[in-house]
């Protein structure tokens, strides 16, 4: 079953970090641009990062760039978002996509797989 599964989600306290997991399934995640989305609850699904096949490429939404990392490991199939200084208005599923490029753009074009996502709650 190809599939992308999502993991590192949880409660943290404002100021705090966690880090997530995007493992593909089934198919190997080098040949994608690899994108993170986030909803928020009564919220659109908003982008939040995207990185290039190689990795050399990141983008970032305005509102967590300088707190958020993208970054990939093509060897174990997998990418990851460091998520450092978390405030409150970060609470929401977060979900990623595997897509075709993302060229300047917060999220990937032409996406073929999504997760199912995780969930993060920044609160005291």
């Known amino acids: 079953q190809l599939q992308l599964v999502e993991s590192g989600g949880g409660l943290v306290q404002p100021g705090g970090s966690l880090r997530l997991s995007c493992v593909a399934s089934?198919?190997?995640?080098?040949?994608?641009?690899i994108g993170w989305f986030r909803q928020a609850p009564g919220k659109e699904r908003e982008g939040v990062s995207c990185?290039?096949?190689?990795?050399?490429?990141?983008n970032y939404a305005a509102s967590v760039k300088g707190r958020f990392t993208i970054s990939r490991d093509n060897a174990k199939n997998t990418v990851y978002l460091q998520m450092d200084s978390l405030k409150p208005e970060d609470t929401a599923i977060y979900f990623c996509?595997?897509?075709?490029?993302?060229?300047?753009?917060?999220?990937?074009?032409?996406?073929?797989?999504w997760g199912k996502g995780t969930l993060v709650t920044v609160s005291s």
């Open positions: 996509a595997a897509g075709r490029y993302c060229l300047g753009f917060v999220s990937p074009r032409g996406i073929d797989y």
């Open positions: 089934g198919f190997t995640l080098d040949t994608y641009a």
């Open positions: 990185i290039s096949t190689s990795g050399l490429g990141t």
